[in-house]
């Protein structure tokens, strides 16, 4: 049994998979930082000065020791926009992948050496011969 562990887990697609969600967790601290930090700043900016993180509907304002009760829709403005981006970096990094490899895919065989030229013109002449 763990032989069979020791082979699934040293497999290089496992070890792909477990690098892609590293990268993964890191890209989207970056994106979360940059929708965070400088994005939603400058649109709450742009609309007004909204901070969109404050964005909320109170449902039972705060009393003595509890706290409010609130729909925090900031929030999830942030987050939705957050996916969008995350989104949209992902769909052109994927372009470029696939472009790349239409690219090399559409790119004519080399031509053949002179080597196999003449092997091929001498292979046709026996065969000539024989028939």
């Known amino acids: 049994m763990l032989k069979e562990f020791k082979q699934f887990a040293l497999k290089g697609n496992v070890i792909d998979l477990a690098v892609g969600v590293i990268i993964g967790g890191a890209f989207g601290k970056i994106v979360t930082s940059l929708v965070n930090d400088l994005l939603m700043p400058l649109i709450g900016l742009l609309i007004g ?19 409010e009760a609130a729909v925090r829709y900031g929030s999830f403005i942030q987050s939705v926009v957050d996916f969008l981006i995350i989104a ?43 028939d």
Request: hydrophobic fraction near 45%; proline fraction near 8%.
């Open 49 to 67: 000065g909204i901070d969109f993180t404050n964005l909320k509907y109170v449902i039972t304002p705060a009393s003595e020791g509890i706290e």
């Open 88 to 130: 949209v970096c992902v769909f052109f990094f994927v372009k470029l992948l696939t472009f790349k490899k239409k690219k090399a895919a559409e790119a004519p065989p080399p031509a053949p050496s002179t080597e196999e030229v003449l092997l091929t013109e001498i292979r046709d002449i026996l065969k000539a011969q024989q």
